[in-house]
T-cell receptor, first 113, second 114 residues
């Protein structure tokens, strides 16, 4: 499977816990994007990363949220001290050649109890 | 933030009918993309458009990049039950450079009655 891989597909956390979502881009892609989707809404941009660099984090809350894309391994979106409002589907997308085409993973659905 | 106005919000059609949906914005876009999302899944890219006026087809799907670069439409001809899903338009704003951050519409929910 050469697509964008996300895990876990589903994650349940209690308020105050940490959530870690992982994303492996398509083979050969070095650009990773994270989006959040609330029920019956479109996707909202959070952060854009290239290997070892955060390029644009304008859509990410300043507190509790962080993202990384290390030289080796998947990209990780980390949410500390989760609150109920963090419950959403989090999608990762990747792109390679400068075509503007983003390919999405199947998402990680976070539920905060 | 920038907004894409996507319409209609939902459509209920009979199998075999044609469907049209569109997105408009007050901002200029370099790229328009159309995605389909099934329940519990990620968006799947249907069509990508890169030039004003461009008309591109993918099977029964046809999409156009508006001349003003502020709008796009998607047509589906001879709909079938598996066309059911949510269709999203997405665009890359002018001036984005190599940052392919996309702005998404809120989606059109398509229901096809067999």
């Amino acid at each position: 499977n050469a697509g964008v891989m996300q895990n876990p597909r589903h994650l349940v956390r209690r308020r105050g816990q940490e959530a870690r979502l992982r994303c492996s881009p398509m083979k050969g892609h070095s650009h990773v994007y994270w989006y959040r989707q609330l029920p019956e809404e479109g996707l909202k941009f959070m952060v854009y990363l290239q290997k070892e660099n955060i390029i644009d984090e304008s859509g990410m809350p300043k507190e509790r949220f962080s993202a990384e894309f290390p030289k080796e391994g998947p990209s990780i979106l980390r949410i500390q001290q989760v609150v109920r409002g963090d419950s959403a589907a989090y999608f990762c997308a990747s792109s390679g050649l400068p075509t503007g085409e983003l390919f999405f993973g199947e998402g990680s659905r976070l539920t905060v109890l | 933030g920038q907004q894409l106005n996507q319409s209609p919000q939902s459509m209920f059609i009979q199998e075999g009918e044609d469907v049209s949906m569109n997105c408009t914005s007050s901002s200029i876009f370099n790229t328009w993309l159309w995605y389909k999302q099934d329940p519990g899944e990620g968006p799947v890219l249907l069509i990508a458009l890169y030039k004003a006026g461009e008309l591109t087809s993918n099977g029964r799907l046809t999409a156009q990049f508006g001349i003003t670069r502020k709008d796009s439409f998607l047509n589906i001809s001879a709909s079938i039950p598996s066309d059911v899903g949510i269709y999203f338009c997405a665009g890359q704003l002018e001036g984005g450079g190599s940052n392919y951050k996309l702005t998404f519409g809120k989606g059109t929910l398509l229901t096809v009655n067999p």
